[in-house]
């Protein structure tokens, strides 16, 4: 059985005292020797804060983005050192909001995956189609493309070494969620995908499902046989609600 990864996206939220704080609710509030994993994305300046208030416990913190250079003039951007000198050890690449609002291609998340893998971060990819590709029944051929692009001469020998996340457009910070078949289906896709390309590495590796998951539908998207924990947004921002899907998912990996 995989092990679940529940992880929270905190986005362009917080001040770093609020960071620090909700790093520690989390801590308190989660086992001590859990059975899953656990990993929070706060904002990349306050990385370094929130990984320090984690310290000693099995928490990861990542970032939520990085570059595919490891240095250079491009302003604004961080790179995987960065991230690793700063406490972090896994990064979200290719999250909707990058691809849409920033116009992030396919090509380009590629070399992100490459270079977090080459560095030794955990990349979490993130897939997903608007909900006009769903309604034109557009879902697979999306994530066939996606798939396609953004692990383009990319070779995954080890399944821990990367995390996907199927993320429909139409349920990120909607209050819709996709119902349990629809994740599941598209979470079979996605693992039938990589074991066409990669083989018996689609038994072992992790997809999660991102998309409007609070306590009160994680159970039951949770318990799909595809689904292997989630990217939670909103809902990260409340160490109760977080660790309610925490507690869930430790009850489901341990029955």
């Not at 913190?61 to 491009?74: D, I, P, R």
């Not at 990064?91 to 909001?97: A, D, K, L, P, Q």
């Not at 849409?100 to 995956?113: H, L, P, T």
Request: charged share 25%; with cysteine; aromatic share 6%.
């Amino acid at each position: 059985m995989r092990k679940f990864l529940i992880a929270g996206n905190w986005k362009m939220f917080l001040d770093r005292e609020s960071a620090i704080a909700l790093a520690r609710e989390i801590v308190d509030g989660m086992p001590k020797r859990p059975f899953i994993d656990v990993a929070i994305f706060p904002p990349a300046v306050f990385i370094e804060a929130v990984a320090k208030a984690v310290e000693g416990s099995t928490i990861a913190v990542g970032a939520q983005n990085l570059h595919y250079e490891t240095e250079g003039a491009f302003t604004g951007e961080i790179s995987s050192k960065m991230v690793l000198t700063s406490g972090g050890r896994v990064v979200i690449i290719g999250h909707s909001e990058r691809r849409n609002i920033f116009g992030e291609s396919d090509e380009f998340i590629q070399r992100k995956v490459k270079r977090a893998l080459d560095d030794n971060l955990v990349p979490v990819l993130c897939i997903g189609e608007k909900l006009e590709q769903r309604k034109a029944g557009e879902t697979e051929s999306v994530l066939n493309r996606q798939l396609n692009g953004s692990l383009r001469e990319i070779e995954i020998t080890d399944p821990d070494k990367i995390v996907l996340a199927y993320e429909p457009v139409w349920a990120i910070g909607t209050g819709v969620v996709a119902t349990p078949e629809q994740a599941q289906d598209a979470h079979s896709f996605v693992r039938d995908w990589i074991r066409s390309r990669y083989g018996d590495i689609a038994d072992g590796l992790r997809i999660l499902y991102g998309g409007s998951v609070k306590p009160d539908n994680a159970e039951s998207l949770l318990v799909q046989p595809d689904v292997d924990g989630a990217l939670i947004g909103g809902a990260s921002l409340s160490s109760k609600g977080f660790c309610e899907i925490i507690e869930i998912a430790e009850r489901l990996q341990t029955r």
